[in-house]
């Protein structure tokens, strides 16, 4: 019930491309959804994130669509660069009973110059 | 936002031995936590960081092995006890920055055990 299942595992896409990537949980008390970018080497950085009692949010080229009744949420990441080759991280926050944060699998995203 | 620093960045321990991690942060935070990450893989979450008293373990970490510290707001230390090469990871400092939900992560160390 506290999983948040992510995917795809990895993804390859041409420069200007859009991947998209998707993350589903069980538990409706999860409250808080945050994205992370983590390069090799480096502690994840945040990216962007979203409630749900929002549909959408926009931040530069990255998007986040939340369906509630779906219980799933979506990363998508416009006119795509090489820069952005990395591995990216769905989350959930829950605070009922506890405080933390559940994270997805990962996916590996590679843009191809 | 907030800086938030990492001591050592690596290491290299031999087994049986131990390290103790340091992670200071900048900023006003009310939670810290210790995550480990094993190559290409998620984030696992070690324990909660409580300040003046016993930190919160997740199932399969205890504290005899993975013993943490947080004698004030913005600091925390985790040791990682008898090392195996199993322990080899990145272990990860994170903080929640007051009156939000918005973690942010440290730069992380690398622990390699042989």
């Given at each position: 019930q506290q999983q948040v299942k992510q995917s795809p595992q990895s993804l390859i896409v041409q420069k200007g491309g859009i991947p998209i990537?998707?993350?589903?949980?069980?538990?409706?008390?999860?409250?808080?959804?945050?994205?992370?970018?983590?390069?090799?080497?480096?502690?994840?950085?945040?990216?962007?994130?979203?409630?749900?009692?929002?549909?959408?949010?926009?931040?530069?080229?990255?998007?986040i669509s939340f369906n509630k009744s779906a219980k799933q949420f979506s990363l998508h990441i416009m006119d795509s660069q090489p820069g952005d080759s990395a591995t990216y991280f769905c989350a959930a926050h829950i605070t009922?009973?506890?405080y933390k944060y559940i994270f997805g699998t990962g996916t590996r995203l590679k843009v191809l110059a | 936002s907030a800086?938030?620093?990492?001591?050592?960045?690596?290491?290299?321990?031999?087994?049986?031995?131990?390290?103790?991690?340091?992670?200071?942060?900048?900023?006003?935070?009310?939670?810290?936590?210790?995550?480990?990450?094993?190559?290409?893989?998620?984030?696992?979450?070690?324990?909660?960081?409580?300040?003046?008293?016993?930190a919160t373990y997740e199932s399969g970490f205890v504290i005899d092995k993975f013993p943490i510290s947080r004698p004030n707001l913005t600091f925390s230390t985790l040791?990682?006890?008898?090392?195996?090469?199993?322990?080899?990871?990145?272990?990860?400092?994170?903080?929640?920055?007051?009156?939000?939900?918005?973690?942010?992560?440290?730069?992380?160390t690398r622990l390699t055990v042989l």
């Open positions: 990537i998707n993350c589903a949980y069980e538990n409706t008390a999860f409250d808080y959804f945050p994205w992370y970018q983590q390069f090799p080497g480096k502690g994840p950085a945040l990216l962007i994130a979203i409630r749900p009692d929002v549909s959408e949010k926009k931040e530069g080229r990255f998007t009922s009973g506890t | 800086v938030i620093s990492q001591k050592p960045s690596r290491d290299i321990c031999q087994r049986g031995t131990s390290l103790t991690i340091q992670c200071q942060v900048d900023s006003q935070v009310t939670m810290m936590f210790w995550y480990r990450q094993q190559p290409g893989q998620s984030l696992t979450l070690i324990a909660t960081a409580n300040q003046g008293s016993e040791t990682v006890s008898n090392l195996s090469p199993e322990d080899s990871s990145i272990y990860l400092c994170s903080v929640v920055l007051a009156n939000t939900d918005t973690q942010y992560f440290g730069p992380g």
